[in-house]
């Protein structure tokens, strides 16, 4: 029997020592011939066969790692980017967003910057024109009859009142000596200035969104239709709430500007630099978080106003430091580079910021011309003969830019530094506030044109010529009971129809008579039931309850894919641009 296996185990040996030759001779024929097919079986690497290795294998190279093999792999390893043709495409658009946010973004700054200015001049050009227009109505109407039409219109009220805060708040301004606040701020620490600077901005923006709400509930209180003459006594405090608003805030501004004068005559300029670099951590605070188009366009606005903030505060600097040095024009080229420091500075931050912030949130570059358009149509509609509101007030409430209070500091600090003394001092005053007028009109002029081309690329003519919606009466809102008795959707029969005052015009409206009844609608109704038996009559007892059922406990990969499917779903669309202003609650974030 052992002799028997022995022979059977031989004989199987020699069989596959056959096969393996037989194997062997067609593969080196075949490499002999150059007709080696690629099989299956051959390695793979990034999608091609690697011959090289079965030649090894056949020619009985040790398949060992080494280094040698392993630097020749690096070497001569490739790859195909075109494999990742969407994600390298996705990341070079990137790129080009993020070099097209300068171009655009400054667009957006230049276009704001000269809409503040055009706000800002009104204050200097033509109100003081508008509020005399609106005295010599108030003296000559009497005069001659008032055939009953008004003692002055609206905005004829709004402009005197304007103009009565402005000199309220000047004459409050001169008690305020701006030599004894600059000397106070320049005997405290580095440290301390910084934080009280940033102290400042927190407040420049509460007071700026307060503010607008203060000066919007005197105009209205000024203006809104009264029944009685006793009602007028409302305005009196609403006055007197803006006034001692504007006083604070010039005063608020007048330190900002006193802390930027000292860090500008500082030896060292080491609070100069500290304030510079407060601006970089906008980059830390903004960059890395959610944002949206509306978000965008608020922090939009709000570099718009703090840019020219920041400009009209370098011009009082400038004001108070010739003013001291003699108005020797030598100095001011001492305070030149401080100047264009600060200025590109507050530039290089903002492209940063914004470059980032779409960057992050995948919002392209264009959407800047949007917003420039969003702006180009507040100040065209603004134009119209009949306005909503005043163009300087419009501005105020899309970017927070109040000009009042910066109006009331640099009337100040002019006064002080300009020496207004003889005949010919009078006459160049006169022709400066001529060269301010040419400015303001000519300004306007340019930015009327380039806001009708914005309007008219972005598409907007129509919106120009709609009327806003009324907003519905307290009857519409909420209906009486006497309708809802009347009403035949209301009874409680129809649960789960919705009350609409539509439907019920004829039955529920208001000059019906209360003594008759309206007729029932029978179409609404089916066929009464009669039953032989009154005691079979249906009861009208309310419907029971269903019971309440539990809800579904799901597992974590269940509650995971919830989440996930609600992300997939379609956002509600967002609020129109020409809806959201600097202080608009809109998403996670206001600036």
Known sequence: MADVSGTELSEQKEVEIDLKRKQDRRWECAQRSG?????????????????SSVRREQRGLSADPSLTRFICAELTRGYFLEHNEAKYKERRERVYTCMRIPKELEKL???????????????????????LLALLRMLTLPCCGFSGSQLLQPAQVCDMLKGLILLLCFSMMHYVDYSMMYHLIRGQSVIKLYIIYNMLEVADRLFSSFGQDILDALYWTATEPKERKRDNIGLIPHFLMAVFYVFLHSILIMVQASTLNVAFNSHNKSLLTIMMSNNFVEIKGSVF?????????????????????????????CLRNMEQFSWNPEHLWVLLPDVFMVVYSEVAVDIIKHAFITKFNDIPADVYSEYRASLAFDLVSSRQKNAYTDYSDSVARRMG????????????????SVKVQGAMSYSCVFLFYLGLVTMKVLNSIVLLGKSCVYVKRAKMEEKLFERPPTAPSASAKSPSRADVARCPKA???????????????????????????????????????????PASRPSFAPPEPEPEQPEPVLSKEEDHAAHDAEELQPRSPENDLLEIDRFTICGNRID
């Open 35 to 51: 007709k080696a097919g690629v099989t299956p079986e051959l390695p793979e690497t990034l999608g091609f066969y690697d011959i």
């Open 401 to 416: 830019f109040i000009p009042l209070p910066l109006a009331v500091l640099l009337i100040r600090v002019v006064m002080s």
């Open 109 to 131: 700054m230049i276009f704001g910057f000269f809409l503040c200015a055009d706000a800002f001049l009104y204050v200097f050009t033509l109100l003081p024109l508008r509020v």
């Open 289 to 317: 978080k959610k944002f949206e188009k509306n978000n965008l366009f608020q922090m939009s606005n709000s570099d718009i106003k703090e840019r020219f903030t920041s400009y009209v505060l370098l011009l009082i600097v």
């Open 491 to 533: 009874s409680g029969e129809f649960k789960t129809t919705q009350i609409v005052a539509a439907p019920c015009t004829p039955p529920c409206s208001s000059s019906s008579s209360v003594t008759t009844q309206p007729a029932p609608r029978t179409e609404l109704f089916p066929p009464p039931l009669t039953p032989a038996n």
